[in-house]
């Protein structure tokens, strides 16, 4: 007998923490599984051929995600796919994307996302990797002074945060649209309460200008993601920097997009830097054609949050 393909009911989220639980370290899936309403018809499980149990899972994640124009469509997210060890290599997760596809498609996705470290497990039902940038280096040694008050962001910066990230991300390519729950829930999951951010305060009006993300990774310091003035992503820079080289780091990595403020910024935190290259993600057309999808992925500036992770 082979695994039944169907959709989740309410009855199996017991089954569905459990086999996230075994397969991530990430305790955060069942919070972002409850963000969406229709969770149940968009997450696809192989449920075994005894019928006590779930093989494997795979969910889609309907997103607001902007075109290589800037405006905004509706985008399957790929997320949280899952195989019990024992039942790998019988093509389970093949057979669900096929099932995804097929909701994703009838429900006016244009195009679908996702992020790995397995693209050949991808490959085949229709997915092909596109090539994403980041920099890393040396932590340089020398702070920056400036015109702006930097320090630890706090919940009462929240509504402007989010103006911030919105304003800096109103046209810019392959980036998600946040809704306040995806603020309330989703950001918090990947980087944690507001006050382990930064963010740069104008000296004179007070007014922020500009926020910053990064978090240690292993013996690294990771930026993740700046909105704001180019102006003061020099300091935010260096306050990383002091706050890496305090905590005993030495190197760090920058997942910015590579813009020439963001260029113009960098020997604030890194020397030694280099650009490197890597195919995490991966995107299949649905409605949009394959050139309107592969625009959108490569054109300048074009980047997904980590805290828009699916």
Not at 235 to 244: N, S
Request: aromatic share 6%; net charge negative.
């Amino acid at each position: 007998m082979t695994a039944v393909i169907r959709t989740a009911t309410a009855a199996d989220d017991p089954a569905l923490a459990a086999l996230w639980q075994r397969c991530f370290d990430a305790p955060q899936i069942v919070d972002l599984h409850a963000l969406d309403p229709d969770r149940h018809r968009h997450t696809f499980i192989a449920q075994n051929a005894s019928g006590d149990g779930i093989d494997a899972v795979v969910v889609y994640v309907p997103r607001l995600i902007r075109d290589a124009s800037g405006t905004p469509h509706r985008v399957g997210g790929i997320g949280s796919v899952a195989t019990r060890p024992e039942a790998r290599g019988q093509g389970l997760v093949r057979r669900l994307l096929v099932a995804a596809e097929r909701t994703m498609t009838a429900e006016e996705c244009a195009w679908s996302l996702l992020f790995t470290g397995t693209p050949g497990v991808y490959r085949g039902s229709g997915w092909q990797e596109f090539a994403g940038t980041y920099t890393e280096g040396t932590l340089a040694a020398s702070p920056v002074a400036g015109g702006f008050r930097i320090r630890e962001a706090t919940d009462q910066d929240a509504a402007e945060v989010a103006a911030l990230h919105h304003a800096y991300n109103a046209k810019r390519p392959l980036s998600s649209v946040r809704a306040p729950e995806d603020w309330a829930v989703r950001v918090p999951a990947w980087y944690g309460p507001l006050d382990r951010s930064l963010v740069a305060e104008d000296r004179g009006s007070g007014a922020l200008v500009g926020w910053l993300v990064a978090q240690h990774e292993g013996e690294c310091v990771e930026v993740r993601e700046f909105a704001g003035a180019p102006e003061c992503l020099g300091e935010l820079f260096a306050a990383v920097g002091e706050r890496g080289r305090a905590a005993g780091l030495g190197r760090a990595r920058v997942r910015l997009p590579d813009d020439p403020e963001v260029r113009a910024a960098l020997p604030a935190l890194l020397t030694e830097a280099r650009q490197m290259t890597e195919h995490v993600g991966m995107a299949r057309p649905l409605r949009a054609s394959a050139e309107a999808v592969r625009a959108t992925v490569t054109a300048p500036g074009a980047v997904h949050w980590y805290g828009d992770c699916f």
